[in-house]
């Protein structure tokens, strides 16, 4: 077990006073069996007239804030502390039925998981179910755990990563085109292909963290996106192609969606003139306040 604290502030500058609309704020880790959450704090500057919570349809959290007031700098800082439980791929169990590929889900499941099945993208030419077939042998089964994290890993090795501060994704042909994309169109990308060999995936918005010495995680310093699988016999399955990740190790969940824009960290409007945006910034500071036993070392963890 693992505890840690999360620091994320994000900042916006104009170049003189604005007035502000509703904004959403998403940027509470969700509580499981495998994180625990201790303390959230959310701090405003201006502070809103109204401060609401609400969950979403997928079950996040979501903060929605009102304001009155005009304002040359809008700053949002989350603040959580949480308990995490790393999983590794060796703790992921998968039923008999479904641990080679292909296989169907099970009557009872199959009418929740229809719509994170449903493509998102036009794919005419089929391009991105050529991409995922490749990991499947002709005429024949495999392990349905080699293949996703032949995938996962794929990605990590073949794309690089390149940071954008731009909003949205690329598309995933966009994607194998430029061989190389955000964290966020990683995860697109897979979602999208292994939805094309049927698996039921979802998007997932939250922290990365380093939890050993020996492991450098990218995609830190801001939030992180990748990957949620269903399997049966362990759920919903993280991977993460930024990284190559197979399970939750190094991974705090926030939101959880069909689709990218429906897990944004912070989303909301404002009014002025046409030139008064002049910057936004955003920090995430993690640090581990616990240490934990990482077997593969044989020593504690220094935090």
Same mark, same amino acid.
């Given at each position: 077990? *693992?505890?840690?604290?999360?620091?994320?502030?994000?900042? +916006?500058?104009?170049?003189?006073k604005v007035s502000f609309g509703e904004h959403r704020i998403m940027t509470?880790?969700r509580e499981s069996h495998d994180q625990r959450l201790i303390d959230s %704090?959310?701090?405003?500057?201006?502070?809103?007239?109204? @401060?609401?919570?609400? &969950?979403?349809?997928?079950?996040?959290?979501?903060?929605?804030?009102?304001?009155?007031?005009?304002?040359?700098?809008?700053?949002?800082?989350?603040?959580?502390?949480?308990?995490?439980?790393?999983?590794? *791929?060796?703790? *992921?169990?998968?039923?008999? !039925?479904?641990?080679?590929?292909?296989f169907t889900y099970s009557s009872e499941d199959m009418p929740d998981l229809?719509?994170?099945?449903?493509? &998102?993208?036009?794919?005419?030419?089929?391009?991105?179910?050529?991409?995922?077939? %490749?990991?499947?042998?002709?005429?024949?089964?495999?392990?349905?755990?080699?293949? @996703?994290?032949?995938?996962?890993?794929?990605?990590?090795?073949?794309?690089?990563?390149?940071?954008? $501060?731009?909003?949205?994704? %690329? $598309?995933?042909?966009?994607? @194998?085109?430029?061989? %190389?994309?955000? #964290? /966020?169109?990683?995860?697109?990308?897979?979602?999208?292909?292994?939805?094309?060999?049927?698996?039921?995936?979802?998007? =997932?918005?939250? !922290?990365? +963290?380093?939890?050993?010495?020996?492991?450098?995680? =990218?995609?830190?310093?801001?939030?992180?996106?990748?990957?949620? *699988?269903? @399997?049966?016999?362990?759920?919903?399955?993280?991977?993460?192609?930024?990284?190559?990740?197979?399970?939750?190790?190094?991974?705090?969940?926030?939101? =959880?969606?069909?689709?990218?824009? &429906?897990?944004?960290?912070?989303?909301?409007?404002?009014?002025?003139?046409?030139? $008064?945006?002049?910057?936004?910034?955003?920090? =995430?500071?993690?640090?581990? &306040?616990? /240490?934990?036993?990482?077997?593969?070392?044989?020593?504690?963890?220094? #935090?």
């Amino acid at each position: 077990m *693992i505890v840690l604290t999360i620091d994320h502030v994000t900042t +916006y500058s104009y170049r003189r006073k604005v007035s502000f609309g509703e904004h959403r704020i998403m940027t509470r880790p969700r509580e499981s069996h495998d994180q625990r959450l201790i303390d959230s %704090q959310l701090v405003i500057d201006p502070p809103p007239t109204a @401060l609401r919570w609400v &969950q979403d349809v997928f079950g996040n959290s979501v903060a929605i804030a009102t304001f009155d007031t005009r304002a040359a700098t809008l700053r949002f800082h989350s603040r959580a502390t949480v308990e995490h439980l790393p999983l590794s *791929i060796a703790e *992921i169990e998968i039923e008999d !039925y479904a641990r080679c590929y292909p296989f169907t889900y099970s009557s009872e499941d199959m009418p929740d998981l229809l719509r994170s099945i449903e493509r &998102q993208h036009h794919d005419p030419a089929r391009i991105i179910d050529s991409w995922a077939r %490749q990991f499947v042998p002709e005429a024949a089964t495999i392990e349905t755990m080699a293949l @996703l994290t032949a995938m996962t890993q794929a990605i990590r090795r073949d794309f690089a990563y390149v940071s954008r $501060s731009e909003k949205g994704t %690329q $598309s995933p042909i966009e994607t @194998l085109e430029r061989r %190389q994309g955000t #964290c /966020r169109d990683f995860a697109v990308l897979m979602i999208e292909a292994v939805r094309a060999l049927g698996f039921a995936a979802r998007f =997932v918005s939250g !922290y990365v +963290y380093s939890p050993s010495t020996r492991e450098r995680r =990218v995609g830190g310093g801001n939030t992180h996106a990748w990957v949620r *699988i269903f @399997l049966p016999g362990s759920g919903w399955v993280e991977f993460d192609p930024t990284n190559g990740i197979v399970g939750n190790r190094g991974l705090i969940r926030v939101g =959880v969606a069909r689709d990218p824009y &429906q897990a944004v960290p912070l989303s909301g409007t404002w009014a002025g003139f046409p030139d $008064s945006v002049l910057d936004m910034t955003v920090s =995430v500071d993690i640090i581990l &306040q616990s /240490r934990a036993l990482d077997p593969t070392e044989g020593e504690p963890i220094p #935090c």
